[in-house]
C-alpha cells in the first residue's frame, strides 16, 4: 500500500514539475523602440480577431477587432504604421497596441477590420510593407 501512495507522489510530483517547465519556456518579446517616421520593413502579416475580441491586449486596451490596430513584437505601443498588402496594392494605417511573437516569421498582426481593407481576410496572411508614418 506505501509503495502504491510513494508511486502516486512521484507521478504528481513529475506531472507538477512538467507543468511549471512548460511555462517557463514563454516567448520573451525584444524591447519595444520608437521607429522613427518613414522606416519601411517587408514580410509577412497575419490578421487576428473573433477569438480574441474583447481581451485586453498587451497595451491594457480592450482589443476591438473593428478597430485599425494591430500587433508589433517590438514597436511601441502608439505607433501608427501604413501597412501595404503587395498582392492587391491596397493599404490601411493602424496603430500598434498589442504585441505577437513573431517566430512564424511574421512581422505584423493586423485587426479584423484592417485585413478586411486590404483583402487579407481571406489568404489569412499575405506579403506586406510597413511604413512608419507620423
Known sequence: MKARTGLRAAAALLVAAALISACAH???FPPSY???VGLVEEGV???YGPGYHGNRTSSGEVYDQEAFT???????FGTRVRVTLLATRRSVVVRINDRFPNHKGRIIDVSRAAARTIGLIGP???RVRLEVVG
Open 124 to 126: 489569412g496572411t499575405g
Open 26 to 28: 514563454r516567448y520573451r
Open 34 to 36: 520608437a521607429p522613427p
Open 70 to 76: 494591430a500587433a508589433h513584437a517590438s514597436f511601441a
Open 45 to 47: 502579416a497575419s490578421w
